[in-house]
């Protein structure tokens, strides 16, 4: 690709935007027929093919379906999967586009609507949206299926527990550290970057987009009280950016912002964390993977939450990627013979 530059709308490209949305569910409501209550693609397809179809001095101007469709195809892309709107400009002029921040992915709804109006393909959003869809699918980052969590306990500290973890073949590392200052923060994760590297093995920061940024981790998590995913994307770019969800709306909410995998927990009990939300136990996790499943969220989930080797068949057989350990690492007496038999049991 050549050269070319993207911005987010100003604010007359906004006030365009809000006009052409009011002008597409126009249109979706009368040529589809239906009041719009959920946008679909199928709406939209039906809105364009009987929109083509009525007799030509009855039919809108070519320029408002491709307005109005566009947009309205645009913001589904945003709404549903985690797109945003850009302005783009290459040689060949602006267009208004929308953009996977995490994937890189740009596309163009109004153009799109625009060459089928030429083509008379009427009915393409369908195939469209699920070629962007596996192209998400395919693009998406390789996520280890166990992540050890540090935690310090009397007599080991955060680098000590880190090198530890290393030293018994753990792949991912999450710093987690809780209740120090940003400054005490941004040393250990420098210093545990190191640590990691010497073992090349990846470093994600839980909590934190600056200390993350500043050290170039691997990864950043954050729950449901920290920066939102889509915020800490501008910050850190495009990292493996983890989310925490605790119930099925969590899932939901974390599927439009950009995750890259989610901690879904927890799992049983665990004193490791405090404030900790109930339990979802294996019933729970079938209940959520189900659902993921039937709306096509197609995002791996790490089970989190007092995890042992014993339950880590069940769990996987929920149809969860991997699991995230703390306490089961930390404390276990002979670390490479935990970690081995974990590592065997989640096939990484
Ligand atoms: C892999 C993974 N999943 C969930 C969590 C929990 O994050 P959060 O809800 O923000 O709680 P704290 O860890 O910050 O106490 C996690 N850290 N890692
Ligand atoms: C951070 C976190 N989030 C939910 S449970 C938990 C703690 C996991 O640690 P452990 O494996 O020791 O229960
Ligand atoms: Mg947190």
């Keep these: 690709m050549g050269q070319y530059e993207e911005k987010t709308l100003n604010k007359k490209e906004l006030a365009w935007k809000k006009d052409a949305l009011e002008l597409g569910e126009g249109l979706i409501e009368k040529y589809s027929g239906k009041e719009i209550a959920t946008l679909t693609i199928s709406l939209l397809d039906d809105a364009f093919e009987n929109a083509m179809q009525t007799t030509w001095w009855k039919r809108p101007r070519k320029f408002m379906i491709a307005t109005g469709l566009g947009y309205a195809l645009g913001q589904y892309l945003v709404d ?29 709804p109004i153009s799109a609507i625009r060459k089928r109006l030429k083509t008379k393909e009427y009915r393409f959003m369908e195939d469209y949206v699920q070629v962007l869809k596996k192209e998400l699918t395919m693009i998406k980052k390789e996520i280890p299926r166990l992540h050890y969590v540090s935690q310090s306990k009397v007599g080991l500290t955060h680098l000590e527990a880190i090198k530890e973890a290393c030293q018994a073949g753990c792949k991912w590392v999450q710093l987690r550290m809780k209740e120090v200052t940003f400054q005490e923060y941004l040393d250990t994760a420098m210093a545990a970057k190191t640590i990691c590297q010497n073992y090349q093995v990846k470093l994600t920061i839980n909590d934190n987009a600056a200390v993350a940024k500043a050290v170039q981790a691997d990864g950043l998590h954050l729950g449901k009280e920290d920066m939102s995913p889509l915020e800490a994307r501008k910050i850190v770019g495009d990292i493996i950016i983890g989310g925490t969800a605790n119930t099925w709306e969590d899932v939901q909410r974390l599927s439009k912002e950009q995750v890259d995998y989610i901690g879904l927990g927890p799992f049983r009990y665990t004193t490791t964390k405090k404030k900790i939300s109930p339990v979802l136990g294996i019933d729970g996790y079938t209940r959520i993977i189900d659902q993921m499943k039937a709306q096509e969220i197609d995002i791996p989930v790490l089970a989190i939450g007092g995890i042992n080797p014993s339950d880590i068949k069940a769990i996987l057989s929920t149809g969860v990627w991997g699991i995230a350990a703390s306490g089961l690492i930390t404390n276990a007496k002979d670390k490479q013979k935990t970690c081995t038999e974990i590592m065997q049991q989640l096939k990484d």
């Design 80 to 108: 549903q999967l985690g797109f945003e709107w850009i302005a783009y400009k290459d040689y060949q002029g602006k267009d208004i586009a929308v953009k996977h921040q995490a994937s890189g992915i740009i596309s163009f």
